[in-house]
Nanobody
Framework: QLQLVESGGGLVQPGGSLRLSCAAS????????IGWFRQAPGKEREGVSC???????YYADSVKGRFTISSDNAKNTVYLQMNSLKPEDKAVYYC???????????????????WGNGTLVTVSS
């Protein structure tokens, strides 16, 4: 079965950190760009970060300098380290395998082959 499974979400105080994991099964991440999207209640899905198969990275302006994306091919897993979290980072975070489609400076969900089911991140005191 081909799937992506996210983990690592939870409740954290403002200024805190979380590390999200995206583990693939049934296929190898080496050949795909892996991205993270998030969707807050009442808002559109937002492309947060992406790492290409060559290791190039993209970050949305809203998370630049705070989030870091990385991959561990041996574990077939991509990570999103989130530091200095803010209440506005609260959302369901989804990982996706496919392409890093950057259009007018935004990471858009084009060319996505697989989606995870999401993990909830809540930032609150």
């Amino acid at each position: 079965q081909l799937q992506l499974v996210e983990s690592g979400g939870g409740l954290v105080q403002p200024g805190g950190s979380l590390r999200l994991s995206c583990a693939a099964s049934g296929f190898t991440l080496d050949y795909y760009a892996i991205g993270w999207f998030r969707q807050a209640p009442g808002k559109e899905r937002e492309g947060v970060s992406c790492i290409s198969s060559s290791g190039s990275t993209y970050y949305a302006d809203s998370v630049k300098g705070r989030f870091t994306i990385s991959s561990d091919n041996a574990k077939n897993t991509v990570y999103l380290q989130m530091n200095s979290l803010k209440p506005e980072d609260k959302a369901v975070y989804y990982c996706a395998a496919g392409a890093c489609a950057i259009v007018t400076g935004k990471f858009l969900p084009f060319g996505i082959h697989y989606w995870g089911n999401g993990t909830l991140v809540t930032v609150s005191s």
